[in-house]
């Protein structure tokens, strides 16, 4: 029997888990193929939609010209494309081998926005508001510094006093560039076509003064087109101001913006020269940046700054050298670049939020399962039959954790496999990482959630909001402060702690990533790419790691206190070392029962007191040799809304020694099932001590555990039953279940046992089996692994007299080496199974005895019934008071009368005559004459105790 108390092996244990784990997966296939097709559906709806898109996007506008004609003379035709072939919106799709170069130009306030003096402007220097209406309206251009006169000599070198002849010359973007000139049209994101050239709005050639003739048009010729340019003359209008603060001042309320609309007053430039004098240079340039043109965090223009340095240092050398000096600034230039297409990548715009949700999709699944198996107790049933939690976390974490990965890999692997540019662009290795890393975290997650649930639709409603809710979030106001980079950096550390948001910021580099590579035509994220400034993938995997290694350890921790049914307190861990320092001292507890049981006590029956008696006598003795020992063992649930506490258990003391049956009887309600759940670890004991094979079950419940077995009732009718996982979802067969329960080599015999394992049951499965074979099958699971004590709640309830039968013959069988707690209604069951039985009234024992005791103690009188016309009745009743003057009527119906008669009273001989003599008077349909039976003895006992308690 030393094999019983061994635990089974670390593999052993792991494979059944891990067998147990894939029946249920395979029983649950639907529901997997539903987990599984959620990703592919929209992988092929983003798909769709970037078809759509391509085929938009596919228009001749979004891309280079292009003509098929005979190029090179050989007869065949083909397709050539250019920008000799593009009107000018293809143009900047196409292949651009040798860049135009463009004149530099400043960016010169339109002629209706210029800056005049106003209720707004109060400044006397500045143009009047007329010249708006006249179209004359000079470019205001602000400067300071320490030294007027200088500020003014190099201001005024800046422009020339008057419009220069070689702008009439055949070379006009030469001609420009050598000019101060400028334009009001808005940048873009590239130099290849400067806009000021194409979008027939002025150039303004800057001068002191504009001549009598001041506009006229010039033939410029881009690309294949030639077009004529007007070219007009713009008076540049330097003020002086005495400091910087005071430009600051002018150009604050030159803003367009909260002004209406005919307020507006735009400003060149200005230029602060500071300490600069003929030794030194130096110079701050205010420039308009609004001309960037933000939209989001992409910047679409180019700021036309260049050549407002240029004009500054110029002025400088000028004024050094003498007139004449200068530094050219001829051209602006982009660099070549290849042909390209108008692109927008779906997967990267949308697929942020979608696949946020796909990958987080699988936090609800596993919290579930493990809320699943924790509701219908499987995991504390799973721990009474061997599983230790080590072999528990490691093949339920590897578990979930191979599922999750092979539920990314087909992700990963369709989702590249049609295309989309978020997979197939982004390294593959990063990825991998990525939600290698993401999946532990929230495997780890699900398990620490897992603590705080108890029900299963809980757990899959709150799983599904925070699915939900994590996406739109993370999509509308989570992005929305990762893409303004005002918002501080600090904060989004903190939001990225909760794991969806890292999740989230993850997967919204890669789509940023594979976005503007395929845009630009490259790759999307490397290795290399992790330390880019504003790549938010390294601290997101670094928050993630450390945040798994935590979880994990918190998740463990929790599900020590919590999971195993309240039976650990939150520093269990400081017990088990305190414990360790005085257990070589003592077991024996509870001597902290000392006055306030005496009146209970006293109110005790003598055998029951006799019992407690027994129970004391036990503990003082160190070797152990009852299987079980209750001492005044108390549970308590507190009242909820006002109601008062509920005693289920009001000081149990019990002693069962080894071989023995123990009956316990009582109504409904009376605590035995609470009684169970405490000796078997479900619930803790309010107060008192119990003890199995000398092991404590507030603190030894695992050692325990290894040499128990229960076997509960009916699955359906109380809560506290598991022994068969008859559920909707997964219906086992017999040998499913049975390799769930650890000990596989026991199964067999144990099966031998109970006679299911021969005549044709053979791959049932148990939720097919018939109620008989049910209760069979759960007591030959609960007698797997020779355990030294089970309980049995109610084992035959419910059955034919036929199965009740065999039933018997099984637990009579296995007691011999067992102690055996039973419950039971059924008094023919505690008569022929039981050697001892205790009447259990109210949360306390009423009486204890063998049955027999029991009922000469209960029973003292036998119970006579006759049935007559009910014209007779009178007669019958004044036959029994002449044969036992104190008999008892106990029952009447319609000429049936029950009659309970002391035994010292009557001799059955006398009641045979009086019936003879009866039948001679009137007639008797029917009467009996009958011991009384252990049912009697429990009514009456059961009737005592509730009336006594009615009384108190
Ligand atoms: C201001 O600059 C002019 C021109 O260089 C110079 O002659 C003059 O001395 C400077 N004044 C001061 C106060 O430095
Ligand atoms: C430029 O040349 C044209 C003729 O080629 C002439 O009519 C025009 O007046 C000239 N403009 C300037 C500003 O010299
Ligand atoms: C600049 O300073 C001078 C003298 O300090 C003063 O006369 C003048 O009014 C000031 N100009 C402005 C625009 O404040
Ligand atoms: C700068 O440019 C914006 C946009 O064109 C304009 O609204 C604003 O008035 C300008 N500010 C100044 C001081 O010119
Ligand atoms: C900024 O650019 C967008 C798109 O190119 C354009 O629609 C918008 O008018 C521009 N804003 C200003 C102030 O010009």
Avoid at 506 to 528: I, P, R, V
Avoid at 680 to 704: C, R, W, Y
Avoid at 770 to 778: N, V
């Amino acid at each position: 029997m030393a094999d019983s108390l061994e635990p089974a092996s670390f593999w052993t244990q792991a494979n059944a888990l891990l067998r147990k784990n894939l029946t249920f997966q395979k029983r649950n296939i639907k529901t997997n193929i539903r987990l599984i097709s959620f990703p592919f559906i929209l992988c092929l709806l983003l798909v769709l939609i970037q078809a759509l898109v391509n085929n938009e996007l596919d228009k001749p506008e979004n891309k280079c010209g292009c003509r098929t004609f005979d190029q090179n003379g050989d007869g065949v035709e083909e397709k050539v494309c250019g920008l000799e072939y593009s009107d000018l919106d293809q143009g900047t799709w196409c292949a651009i081998r040798n860049p135009p170069e463009w004149p530099p130009l400043l960016q010169v306030p339109a002629q209706e926005y210029r800056a005049v003096e106003s209720d707004v402007m109060q400044y006397a220097d500045f143009p009047y508001e007329s010249c708006r209406t006249t179209g004359s309206c000079p470019v205001t251009l602000l400067f300071t510094g320490n030294n007027q006169s200088l500020g003014e000599i190099l201001i005024g070198n800046m422009f020339t006093s008057s419009a220069s002849a070689t702008l009439n010359s055949s070379d006009v973007l030469v001609a420009l560039a050598l000019n101060v000139s400028g334009s009001h049209s808005m940048p873009q994101t590239s130099n290849f076509l400067d806009p000021a050239f194409y979008s027939d709005l002025p150039i303004y050639n800057l001068q002191r003064q504009c001549t009598q003739d001041p506009t006229f048009s010039v033939p410029i010729q881009i690309n294949s087109f030639e077009r004529q340019q007007e070219i007009r003359c713009a008076q540049g209008l330097p003020l002086w101001r005495n400091s910087s603060a005071e430009i600051n001042n002018v150009l604050y309320k030159g803003y367009r913006k909260g002004n209406p609309e005919r307020k507006i007053n735009e400003i060149l430039g200005a230029y602060d020269f500071s300490n600069t004098n003929a030794n030194n240079f130096n110079v701050s340039i205010w420039y308009n940046s609004t001309f960037k043109n933000d939209t989001g965090n992409v910047p679409i223009g180019l700021l036309r700054v260049p050549r407002s340095v240029n004009l500054a240092s110029n002025a400088y050398l000028e004024f050094l050298k003498g007139p004449g000096t200068k530094i050219q600034f001829e051209f602006v230039k982009e660099m070549p670049k290849p042909e390209n297409q108008l692109r927008l990548d779906f997967s990267s715009i949308l697929g942020t939020l979608f696949f946020t949700w796909v990958v987080i999709q699988l936090f609800p699944v596993i919290l579930t399962s493990l809320v699943y198996e924790k509701q219908q107790r499987l995991r504390i049933m799973m721990k009474m039959h061997g599983l230790g939690d080590g072999p528990y976390w490691l093949i339920s974490y590897a578990y979930f954790l191979v599922v999750s990965l092979v539920y990314m890999l087909c992700f990963v692997v369709f989702g590249s496999l049609v295309g989309l540019k978020f997979f197939t662009l982004n390294d593959y290795s990063i990825q991998f990482v990525f939600y290698l890393i993401y999946v532990n975290l929230q495997i780890a997650l699900a398990f620490l959630a897992a603590a705080m649930f108890s029900n299963v639709k809980t757990a899959t409603v709150i799983g599904y909001i925070c699915v939900f809710g994590t996406g739109l979030l993370g999509g509308f106001l989570f992005q929305f402060f990762v893409e303004d980079t005002s918002f501080p950096r600090g904060w989004i550390i903190v939001l990225e702690l909760y794991p969806g948001f890292s999740l989230y910021r993850g997967l919204y580099e890669f789509a940023q990533y594979s976005f503007n590579g395929n845009y630009l035509g490259t790759d999307g994220m490397k290795w290399s790419n992790l330390s880019d400034g504003k790549n938010g993938m390294k601290e997101v995997m670094i928050i993630m790691v450390v945040e798994w290694l935590l979880l994990l350890f918190v998740a463990y921790y929790v599900d020590q206190i919590a999971s195993s049914g309240n039976r650990k307190s939150p520093l269990y861990f400081l017990q088990n070392l305190r414990k360790k320092k005085r257990s070589a001292s003592m077991r024996v507890p509870s001597l902290q029962k000392q006055g306030s049981n005496k009146v209970l006590v006293d109110m005790e029956k003598p055998d029951v007191i006799q019992e407690r008696e027994k129970v004391e006598q036990l503990l003082l003795e160190p070797n152990t040799s009852h299987a079980i020992v209750c001492d005044n063992l108390k549970k308590v649930y507190p009242g909820k809304d006002g109601n008062p506490d509920k005693f289920a258990v009001k000081g149990l003391s019990l002693s069962l020694p080894r071989g023995e049956c123990f009956g316990m009887l009582g109504p409904n309600g009376a605590g035995k099932t609470s009684f169970i759940n405490m000796m078997i670890g479900l619930t803790k004991p309010s107060a008192g001590a119990a003890f199995v094979q000398g092991l404590d079950i507030q603190n030894h419940m695992d050692e325990i555990y290894t040499s128990m077995g229960p076997a509960l009732g009916d699955p359906y009718r109380k809560g506290t039953s598991l022994i068969l996982w008859q559920t909707q979802e997964s219906q086992r067969s017999r040998l499913d279940t049975s390799e769930f329960f650890i000990r596989l080599q026991a199964v067999e015999e144990s099966l031998k046992s109970v006679n299911l394992y021969n005549g044709g049951v053979g791959d049932k499965q148990a939720g097919k089996y018939s109620g008989g074979m049910k209760r069979r099958l759960s007591v030959a699971i609960s007698l797997i692994g020779d355990p030294k004590v089970v309980y049995m709640d109610e084992p035959s309830t419910g059955l034919d007299p036929a199965s009740r039968n065999s039933l018997w013959t099984v637990v009579k069988k296995a007691k011999k080496e067992r102690a055996i707690i039973l419950t039971t209604h059924s008094m023919e069951e505690a008569e022929v199974l039981c050697d001892r039985l205790g009447i259990f009234v109210d949360g306390s024992l009423q009486c204890i005895g063998n049955p027999k005791e029991l009922k000469a103690r209960y029973g003292g009188s036998y119970v006579f019934t006759m049935t007559t016309s009910s014209g007779h009745e009178q007669e019958v009743e004044s036959l029994v008071r002449r044969l036992s003057p104190s008999a008892n009527k106990i029952y009447h119906l319609s000429g049936t009368q029950k009659f309970e008669l002391p035994k010292h009273e009557v001799r059955i001989a006398d009641v045979f005559q009086a019936v003879q003599n009866a039948k001679s008077r009137f007639t008797v349909f029917a009467w009996g004459l009958a011991d009384t039976t252990l049912e009697d003895v429990f009514i009456k006992v059961a009737r005592g105790a509730q009336a006594f308690n009615v009384l108190s």
